[in-house]
């Protein structure tokens, strides 16, 4: 059986509304694939850095599977929160990334749902904005065409993937 | 050591040199850093050090950008049967305050040891955990005591960073809050040696840089 490790690091985030952020992630993988060590899912610390500056979260990730086919191909499915002055959680955005096949520094553009005028007017006021109910959405490509959202800010990530016996499997990659 | 022979090796050897070449933090003069490598359970040390303090290091005004050179050199091989648990470099600079006090944290990083091999240039962003309550803030600048980790390798860890466990101050838990200020530069050289043997795909080498090769390859040829 061939075998997939993904080490990194979720480095931060940049360009949301405020810059005090954490970040929920977690990695949703097919049925080939089995989770041999490591975790799948966490929260990074929120992180108040100065103005302009990128909030910082060097939350490492570090998976090993193993795996029967392809099919379903780790994602890594990202939950943005900002935090205003008085502690209250709001959310920044949402992005997911399948898992890069290639080493190094990637960045996931992140969205927010926008919501329907009303919502959107009860926001400006009030504050709070609408959140998905349903978070396979994040991940999914089949339920979006209804979905009207705004850009968030940028999530950068280092990945590394190292794989094991897929040469045996005649895969090149 | 002797050579091992093809098909009976179960590890591989990780080697990293470089170096802790700089680190900037703005209005901060004297500051020095203290390194530790973590690793999982499958991981050992084989040779070199672990763990280090560098000299206390201040930048002087030839400088432009106001960085403070360390220059300290790190030299250490690792040997495992398994990439999970991959070495970090964990560093946690420490300087002065505002007051001028000693020894404040400026600031923790970690970074994983890069996998693929070459040389590589890492900057590291580093934070510094922030006391959970408004009260616990104050006390803390007031008596120049900041929140540190209690256990040195907690960067390099994924748990627990949700929020803090209860305390005096704050008896319900919070939001595990941090800040970020300053950087740290390395400079890491990775070569890796076994790995394609036990059947890992090694990414290739970035840029030019030493590749070990099996030693009874080596004799063959």
Redesign the interface.
């Known amino acids: 059986m061939a075998e997939l490790h993904v080490v990194g690091q979720l480095l931060g985030g940049d360009g949301f509304q405020r810059n005090s952020l954490f970040c929920k992630w977690s990695i949703d993988a097919g049925p080939n694939f089995r989770l041999l060590q490591g975790h799948t899912s966490g929260q990074t610390h929120c992180d108040h850095p100065n103005e302009d500056e990128p909030a910082v979260w060097a939350h490492p990730l570090d998976l090993h599977y193993a795996l029967k086919g392809f099919d379903g191909w780790p994602k890594l499915i990202l939950e943005v929160w900002t935090v205003d002055q008085f502690g209250r959680c709001e959310l920044g955005g949402y992005g997911c990334c399948v898992v890069p096949t290639s080493s190094g520094m990637h960045e996931v553009q992140t969205w927010r749902p926008c919501g329907t005028l009303r919502e959107q007017i009860t926001s400006f006021f009030l504050g709070g904005v609408p959140t998905l109910k349903h978070r396979e959405v994040i991940s999914s490509s089949f339920d979006r065409f209804r979905l009207h959202t705004e850009t968030a800010g940028a999530v950068s990530l280092r990945l590394c993937i190292v794989t094991k016996g897929l040469g045996r499997y005649r895969v090149t990659g | 050591m002797a050579a091992p022979s093809a098909g009976q090796q179960r590890y591989f050897n990780v080697m990293a040199t470089g170096q802790i070449e700089s680190g900037r933090f703005e209005g901060n003069s004297s500051l020095y850093c203290r390194y530790v490598f973590s690793c ?1 359970e499958d991981w050992s040390v084989m040779c070199g050090v672990e763990e280090g303090i560098t000299q206390m290091a201040s930048s002087s005004g030839s400088t432009a950008n106001g960085s403070v050179v360390w220059n300290f050199p790190i030299d250490a091989t690792f040997r495992s049967t ?5 070495p ?1 470099l964990v560093l946690s600079v420490y300087g002065e305050d505002y007051f001028g006090r000693p020894d404040m944290i400026l600031g923790y ?4 040891l ?3 091999p070459g040389r590589h240039r890492v900057t ?4 510094r ?2 006391a959970s309550s408004l009260l616990g803030r104050l006390q803390s600048w007031l008596n120049g005591m900041r929140p540190e980790f209690i256990e040195s390798l907690f ?5 627990g ?2 929020a803090t466990s209860p305390c005096i101050c704050s008896p319900r838990p ?8 300053g950087s740290v530069s390395l400079v890491l050289d990775v070569a890796i040696q076994g790995m394609e043997q ?6 290739p080498p970035r840029a030019e840089g030493v590749r070990l090769i099996d030693p009874l390859a080596a004799t063959i040829s």
């Open positions: 999982g398994c990439p999970h648990g991959w970090q990083g970690a970074v994983h890069p996998l693929t590291v962003r580093t934070f955990p922030l960067p390099a860890k994924g748990e960073r949700e919070a939001l595990f809050s941090t800040t970020s200020f036990l059947g890992y795909a090694v990414p």
